[in-house]
Every structure is written in structure tokens, then in C-alpha cells.
Nanobody, 121 residues
Framework: VQLQASGGGLVQPGGSLRLSCDTSGFTMDYFAIGWFRQAPGKEREGVGYITNRVGATYYSDSVKGRFAISRDNAKKTVYLQMNNLKPEETAVYYC???????????????WGRGTQVTVSS
């Protein structure tokens, strides 16, 4: 089972980025995919997740209305569109897979390497 987040980079405050999570080694139909972030010196924080079959989404209050998660099961890829980014959202962003609908990182079985997002002018 592998997940790999990509698409991070440097963006100015108010800007946008789209992250991708490429998956392999498991059937996406059976797993929800979550996005998390971790800033230096802080705990890992849930951003949101997308369910397996229906593709319903859930977001943390801090990103609701600005971030959007989508999935392309044929490509085995999940996306995180981030708009109106703020400097305090600078972090390493991770994607992970779970069979339980949850924002608790402890419920996620598989993790990929993260991608750095830096929001700065």
C-alpha cells in the first residue's frame, strides 16, 4: 500500500494550490482518504476527508469554504484544492487512508510521505 502526496510549494497569502495524492496497492473503493497537515512544533491536524464510494466530503472548520477534496478512482488519485491560503497554514501536508470515517489520525492505517506547503510573501 502506497500513498504519495505532491504539488506543494511556495504560494503567496491568498493564493491557491492543488495537492495530489497518488495511491497504489489497494482498492480505493474500500477506503476513505484524508488530508492532514503538520506545522513545525505542532500536532498533526486533520484538514478533511472524502468517503470511498459516494465521495462525500468533510472538512475541519478552519478550512471549510476554502478547501475542496475530490477523487478520481480511475486514476487512483485524490486532490486537495486549497484557496485563499494563509501564512499559518504553512505545513507539511499528508494524505492517508482509512476504513473508518474519522478525522482522528489514529484511525488512519496507511500514510504517505508529505509535501511541503509554504504560504509567505
Amino acid at each position: 500500500v502506497q500513498l504519495q502526496a505532491s504539488g506543494g510549494g511556495l504560494v503567496q497569502p491568498g493564493g491557491s494550490l492543488r495537492l495530489s495524492c497518488d495511491t497504489s496497492g489497494f482498492t480505493m473503493d474500500y477506503f476513505a482518504i484524508g488530508w492532514f497537515r503538520q506545522a513545525p512544533g505542532k500536532e498533526r491536524e486533520g484538514v478533511g476527508y472524502i468517503t470511498n464510494r459516494v465521495g462525500a466530503t468533510y472538512y475541519s472548520d478552519s478550512v471549510k469554504g476554502r478547501f475542496a477534496i475530490s477523487r478520481d478512482n480511475a486514476k487512483k488519485t485524490v486532490y486537495l484544492q486549497m484557496n485563499n491560503l494563509k501564512p499559518e497554514e504553512t505545513a507539511v501536508y499528508y494524505c492517508a487512508a482509512t476504513s473508518i470515517l474519522s478525522m482522528d489520525p489514529e484511525e488512519y492505517h496507511y500514510w504517505g510521505r508529505g509535501t511541503q506547503v509554504t504560504v509567505s510573501s
